[in-house]
């Protein structure tokens, strides 16, 4: 059965950091471009970060870049959205994708998705 179960939200403070992690089964991660998305409240879904499959080279979004840092561990599975300096407008429901053959920013270009996590940035 192919899953994508995800991990690591939570309420934090601005300027705060978390690590969300997204553990694949039924498939393996290292095979495809895997991605993060966001959708915030009254917002269309976003892409946050993707890295390939191919290479290992990363994407950000611009609101993102230098702060959000994504990472796979083929060993485990598991792909990770490391998220620091964290501000209020990072708040939104956070998706892991995979299955894409390619990085994009579309939904439609990936096959799996986890049940999203929500990450909240607040005082």
């Known amino acids: 059965q192919v899953q994508l179960v995800e991990s690591g939200g939570g309420l934090v403070q601005p300027g705060g950091s978390l690590r969300l992690s997204c553990a694949a089964s039924?498939?393996?991660?290292?095979?495809?471009?895997i991605a993060w998305f966001r959708q915030a409240p009254g917002k269309e879904r976003e892409g946050v970060s993707c890295?390939?499959?191919?290479?290992?080279?990363?994407y950000y979004a611009d609101s993102v870049k230098g702060r959000f840092t994504i990472s796979r561990d083929n060993a485990k599975n598991t792909m990770y959205l490391q998220m620091n300096s964290l501000k209020r407008e990072d708040t939104a429901v956070y998706y892991c994708?995979?299955?894409?053959?390619?990085?994009?920013?579309?939904?439609?270009?990936?096959?799996?998705w986890g049940q999203g996590t929500q990450v909240t940035v607040s005082s």
């Open positions: 994708a995979a299955g894409a053959h390619f990085c994009s920013w579309s939904d439609d270009d990936y096959r799996f």
């Open positions: 039924g498939f393996t991660l290292d095979y495809y471009a």
């Open positions: 890295i390939s499959s191919s290479d290992g080279s990363t």
